[in-house]
């Protein structure tokens, strides 16, 4: 782009009133005259909060940001944005995503930016960041800010969240004291920076960097390492080299560039929540994947990497092995060669030279982790449009599995007879959880993982098979079937779904069934009305209205698309 093309220009490069107005509030940070000369401005979005723990550090990563911009002759100008602590925020920062992408698309539209960094970390601060500013399409480059470092305890490694999900247990079966857990705390999470685990986290930020939205080896680096800092630091250099060479976002999320991130999240055994992001990031641009999609492109690819929760590692390892370049340079001409990434060349070229410096964290292609690791889609009468499983993260025997249906009607009802001794239930049960979908919860929790039985922990039951319209935590295991769609709470067949019935789940044949006939079906939505709205006003009103299915992206039906980087009127 030319400089006086630049849509800062329309800020800052008049001579009149506005441009006086434009410039002279900003001066009051002391930014000198050249800072107004025509140079790329680069708006760094920040989602730093002390409520995100994950991205506690990012103001100081602003920072450094900054430097790399100002080194590169741009002028960098940092913003904040609704920021989503996944740990702290309720019912579900799931809920929220799609006002942050809104938040952070009205900030970049309205303001006088050439180029965005997004600093990234947690969960949905990922997703929501990138809708955002696909919807505006600048160039634009992601900074993810790592993960943490290993969690030590009583001398082993632990990882975030797969860690939780085990002392819950634990603590079902008395196997784990409250002490215990209380101890546990600090040991996890003992450093700045994101779950460590390949959760939903280091799955996006590893999907992030294959799309080719980062640095090569971005995603790895933990958040304390000082290279975390340099590539901060070289993200900001790049981005003003990327307004020069108006390198725009769209440039880099091609077709191709979604569907080599479909392989790479399926190599290194990714978060199921990378399927309703990425559909979501692909809907901004007008690219329309299917789940099908990530079934057919990814379910077959082996499994690469051994990181929890579906193998032994942990994310620091995981850079000290190499990072995901390795795991790139393994799927070598599988891949898109022909995208491009934000340093002008594509993932595979990057990755060329990869070297592994540890095999038992990253497998080679011919000798893998695990084979057909990546999520598989599930279809049948319980699910007309899809299901899904991560086979990884599931007891083997459990993939092939016909039981009867325990029925959980809400969340609260599962909350108040999962551990009652009289709940009939038994190892071969299959747990059905109704309502908590994006429209029923609503925001679609990650409570798809349920607890079992406190009984069945006590006899040693470690998996059972579960069904629910919610999502799990990208650190969580079990045989787990999330995002039934459509949700019970519009009256998908999940809803009709009563204690006894049989179901069959057949993974190899990507198959769930319900074996109730299609006239007692038709009885039972006869007499089946939905449950009352959830929210009456606000924001919750608008999100229950118009968010759209899990198959779909869970985005309102209203942001589809984009509307562009251009602002027609000024503020006078
Ligand atoms: Fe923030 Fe896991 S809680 S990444």
Not at 30 to 57: E, K, Q, Y
Not at 100 to 113: C, G, T, Y
Not at 233 to 244: A, D, P, T
Request: hydrophobic content about 40%; proline content about 6%.
């Amino acid at each position: 782009m030319e400089e006086n093309t630049r849509r800062s220009k329309e800020w800052f490069g008049h001579a009149d009133k506005m441009g006086f107005v434009h410039r002279s509030w900003l001066r009051n940070q002391g930014h000198p005259d050249h800072m107004f000369d025509g140079r790329p401005v680069i708006g760094i979005c920040n989602t730093w909060s002390d409520l995100t723990p994950c991205n506690a550090h990012l103001r100081d990563f602003a920072q450094i940001v900054k430097r790399g911009v100002y080194e590169a002759g741009g002028f960098p100008l940092e913003f904040p944005v609704m920021s989503l602590g996944e740990t702290i925020m309720k019912p579900s920062t799931m809920m929220w995503r799609n006002l942050v992408s809104m938040d952070v698309e009205e900030s970049i539209r309205a303001n006088p930016l050439d180029g965005i960094v997004l600093l990234t970390g947690c969960d949905k601060t990922t997703p929501s960041t990138l809708m955002g500013a696909c919807s505006v399409d600048l160039p634009t480059l992601v900074v993810p800010g790592g993960p943490m470092l290993n969690g030590k305890w009583r001398g082993k490694d632990v990882g975030s969240g797969t860690l939780t999900w085990q002392l819950g247990e634990g603590l079902k079966d008395g196997s784990i004291s409250p002490a215990d857990v209380y101890e546990a705390e600090s040991c996890m999470s003992r450093s700045a920076g994101h779950c460590m685990t390949m959760g939903t986290a280091s799955s996006m930020a590893s999907t992030v960097e294959a799309l080719g939205l980062t640095l090569p080896g971005a995603a790895a680096i933990p958040a304390v390492d000082a290279r975390k800092r340099v590539l901060a630091h070289l993200s900001g250099n790049r981005i003003v080299e990327m307004v020069r060479e108006n390198l725009k976002i769209s440039d880099v999320l091609t077709r191709e560039a979604f569907e080599n991130a479909i392989m790479v999240n399926a190599a290194i055994g990714g978060s199921t929540n990378v399927m309703i992001h990425l559909t979501a990031i692909a809907g901004r641009l007008g690219i329309k994947l299917e789940i099908d999609d990530f079934d057919r492109i990814g379910s077959r690819l082996p499994m690469l990497t051994n990181l929890m929760p579906a193998g032994e590692f942990l994310m620091e390892d995981f850079y000290y092995a190499g990072g995901l370049p390795v795991v790139i340079r393994e799927l070598g001409e599988r891949l898109h060669a022909g995208t491009v990434s934000v340093n002008g060349k594509s993932i595979v070229e990057n990755s060329r030279e990869a070297v592994c410096y540890d095999r038992r964290v990253v497998a080679t292609f011919a000798d893998p982790v695990k084979e057909e690791a990546g999520i598989v889609v599930l279809r049948g009468n319980l699910c007309p449009d899809g299901a899904v499983i991560k086979p990884s993260a599931a007891s083997p025997e459990l993939l092939r599995h016909t039981g009867a249906a325990v029925v959980f009607e809400t969340i609260e009802d599962y909350h108040a007879r999962i551990d009652a001794d009289d709940l009939e239930i038994d190892a071969d049960s299959v747990m059905v959880l109704k309502g908590v979908g994006p429209v029923g919860y609503p925001g679609m929790p990650e409570v798809g993982n349920m607890d079992l039985p406190a009984k069945l922990l006590k006899q040693g039951v470690k998996d059972m098979v579960r069904i629910s319209d919610g999502r799990m935590s990208g650190t969580a295991y079990g045989a787990a079937v999330l995002h039934v769609a459509p949700e019970s709470a519009i009256g998908g067949p999940l809803a009709l779904v009563k204690n006894g019935d049989l179901i069959t789940l057949d993974v190899p044949a990507r198959s769930l069934h319900l074996h109730v006939d299609d006239e007692e079906l038709a009885r039972r939505r006869a007499a089946w009305s939905p449950p009352p709205p959830v929210a009456q006003r606000g924001y919750v009103k608008l999100f229950i209205e118009h968010v759209e299915q899990a198959d779909q992206g869970c985005d309102f039906d209203f942001l589809r698309g984009g509307s562009g980087a251009e602002i027609k009127r000024d503020l006078h």
